[in-house]
């Protein structure tokens, strides 16, 4: 399995908290992303990032932010949740490549943050 | 922008009987990535297979296998000898070659491998 790690598996709050989604990797990757499946639905980039302070927003709005301090560690964070944030959130990273056949576009992903905002 | 689209939203196969999911997709590009990725219940999405617009052979990876149709920009994926643990959601998936490997998904597939 890839190695890596969503922390939590599982949020259930009030509207209004903020909170953190970790993501975390091992493999050394530079560039991680985070999507947003509601259930029964595909999968939509909301933010990605190449490398260390490097950061870009994705095809679909988000509220949430996120930080790349360290290569290995991606969150997202909501400042103020709502009932509209809840949803699954996806972490993902791959490696840089460079050159054609190098961009494999091969995704390893965690097994998700499933949110839940009352 | 590139789209795609899976027409199936659930799907059923007999174990050991061979079931083929469709995709298809709409891009401007002519060099690209087309992907397979299964998400089983509660699990880690994970690469099934994958294929490079550029290479004519279809790609296969034991008991699974596509039939890319460039120019009909089809993508199907087969899965033969159906076991229990092949039941998941599969997404077909795009990628733009050279570019920052943002994948494209498809709504899913549900597979159900009947016993």
Redesign the interface.
């Known amino acids: 399995e890839a190695d890596i790690y969503q922390t939590p598996r599982y949020l259930v709050i009030g509207t209004g908290k903020k909170i953190t989604l970790e993501c975390s990797q091992t493999m050394g990757h530079d560039k991680m992303y985070w999507y947003q499946q509601d259930p029964g639905m595909e999968l939509h980039l909301i933010h990605y990032s190449y490398g260390v302070n490097s950061t870009e927003k994705g095809d679909l709005s988000s509220e949430s932010t996120v930080s790349r301090i360290r290569t290995e560690h991606f969150p997202l964070t909501l400042e103020s949740a709502r009932p509209s944030h809840t949803s699954q959130y996806l972490c993902a990273s791959s490696e840089l490549g460079r050159g054609r056949g190098s961009n494999t576009g091969e995704l390893f992903f965690g097994e998700g943050s499933r949110l839940t905002v009352l | 922008a590139q789209t795609?689209t899976q027409s199936q939203?659930e799907m059923s196969v007999q174990e050991a009987e061979t079931v083929t999911l469709s995709c298809t997709y709409d891009t401007s590009e002519s060099?690209y990535?087309l992907?397979w990725?299964k998400q089983p219940p509660?699990?880690?999405?994970?690469?099934v297979i994958?294929q490079?617009a550029?290479k004519q052979q279809n790609a296969t990876e034991n008991r699974f296998s596509v039939n890319f149709q460039k120019a009909a920009k089809s993508f199907s994926l087969k899965i033969s000898d159906s076991q229990l643990g092949d039941a998941a959601m599969y997404?077909c998936a795009y990628?733009s070659?050279?570019?920052?490997?943002?994948?494209?998904?498809?709504?899913?597939t549900?597979l159900t491998v009947n016993p």
């Open positions: 795609v939203p060099d990535y992907f990725y509660s699990r880690q999405m994970i690469l994958r490079e550029y997404f990628s070659q050279g570019g920052s490997e943002k994948l494209v998904f498809g709504k899913g549900k």
